[in-house]
């Protein structure tokens, strides 16, 4: 069973940067679960966004963050970030992190397949 926990939201300006941070339960690190970054913005659907597995450590992004949005994991911490660059208006959003042990690469972008969330932290992008 897996337990997340994210942090790092706040307020940037438009071209700004933000790194936001989840913390994973040891138990999903050594078990090479999928662990991904969804948004949702008001009156909007969750958005996939970005994708890592804990012990391999591939990683996919959606087109709207793609080049300006880093994934990485720290294994020794138990750790996956989401570095976000070039931030916009548009992405302001709650961000949350999500993982699951069978998820598969060709699904991640299904919010109905992961089955741990943390409990959000909101990112807002304004001048």
């Known amino acids: 069973q897996a337990q997340l926990r994210e942090s790092g939201g706040g307020s940037v300006q438009p071209g700004g940067s933000l790194r936001l941070s989840c913390e994973v339960s040891?138990?999903?690190?050594?078990?090479?679960?999928?662990v991904a970054w969804f948004r949702q913005a008001p009156g909007k659907e969750r958005e996939g966004i970005a994708f890592?597995?804990?012990?391999?450590?591939?990683?996919l992004y959606s087109d709207s963050v793609k080049d300006r949005f880093t994934i990485s994991r720290d294994i020794t911490q138990n750790m996956v970030y989401l570095q976000m660059d070039s931030l916009t208006p548009e992405d302001s959003a709650m961000y949350y992190c999500?993982?699951?042990?069978?998820?598969?690469?060709?699904?991640?972008?299904?919010?109905?397949?992961?089955?741990?969330w943390g409990q959000g932290t909101q990112v807002t992008v304004s001048s």
């Open positions: 040891e138990t999903a690190y050594s078990s090479n679960y999928g």
């Open positions: 890592i597995t804990t012990v391999g450590g591939s990683s």
């Open positions: 999500a993982a699951d042990p069978f998820i598969s690469a060709d699904r991640w972008l299904r919010s109905a397949e992961y089955g741990y």
